[in-house]
Nanobody
């Protein structure tokens, strides 16, 4: 298991912004694909954004394209999800995941281990 810790969630108003962080414990994030997922109440978990190892390619859920940006800071061993122009439908618990399997994580949106996640609530 590649353990990661999510942070940065909170309450935002529609149109507002939040930045989520995904920090690694005991391994270098830049060697792995990193994905952000979310799960809203009563809904299945869905893939939101993914960054391949080496930052070769990024992947986004259609509904967040142009609003969310995934990035990596290798010096801080952290991956970020910048979320702008937030909408109420973005409300969910957000999870990050690390995997050496880019196709599984970023195309199939498949992962076996989940951390605690961080709650994002968008409401006026």
């Amino acid at each position: 298991q590649l353990q990661v810790v999510e942070s940065g969630g909170g309450l935002a108003r529609p149109g507002g912004s939040l930045r989520l962080s995904c920090a690694a414990s005991g391994f270098r994030l830049n060697l792995y694909a990193i994905g952000w997922f979310r799960q809203a109440p009563g809904k299945e978990r869905e893939g939101v954004s993914c960054l391949s190892s080496g930052d070769v390619k990024t992947y986004y859920l259609d509904s967040v394209k142009g609003r969310f940006t995934i990035s990596r800071d290798n010096a801080k061993n952290t991956v970020y999800l910048q979320m702008d122009n937030l909408k109420p439908e973005d409300t969910a618990v957000y999870y990050c995941a690390a995997s050496p399997l880019v196709y599984d994580l970023c195309v199939l949106w498949r992962n076996d281990y989940w951390g605690q996640g961080t709650q994002v609530t968008v409401s006026s």
